[in-house]
């Protein structure tokens, strides 16, 4: 079982930068690949970015792609999002998630993943 907490979400002006972190806990987190999503409302949960095990292989969603970067440490059980140029279009929840299957590339499909948090709130102003 995993748990995963997301934190650093909140107000920003369009333009403007935030970091996101979502903390695992629970055994061999170090095994996962994970992901970063968003669902806006009236709209479906897409992918952000994710990112292998190991922390070598990472992947975009077009929208993000040259703003956003995806990291994980290890050692403190935790992947980042590093969300800059922020666009109002950027608004949404944002979810962390896990996937259990070990893939040479991350996955990008929502049924893929297996563990999700609970989601923090990321509101970008014009």
């Known amino acids: 079982q995993v748990q995963l907490v997301e934190s650093g979400g909140g107000l920003v002006q369009a333009g403007g930068s935030l970091r996101l972190s979502c903390a695992a806990s629970?055994?061999?987190?170090?095994?996962?690949?994970m992901g970063w999503f968003r669902q806006a409302p009236g709209k479906e949960r897409e992918v952000v970015a994710a990112?292998?095990?190991?922390?070598?292989?990472?992947k975009y969603g077009d929208s993000v792609k040259g703003r956003f970067t995806i990291s994980r440490d290890t050692a403190k059980n935790t992947v980042y999002l590093q969300m800059n140029s922020l666009k109002p279009e950027d608004t949404a929840v944002y979810y962390c998630?896990?996937?259990?299957?070990?893939?040479?590339?991350?996955?990008?499909?929502?049924?893929?993943?297996?563990?999700w948090g609970q989601g923090t709130q990321v509101t970008v102003s014009s």
């Open positions: 998630a896990a996937d259990t299957v070990v893939y040479v590339w991350p996955r990008m499909e929502t049924y893929e993943y297996d563990y």
């Open positions: 629970g055994r061999t987190f170090s095994n996962y690949a």
């Open positions: 990112i292998t095990w190991s922390g070598g292989r990472t």
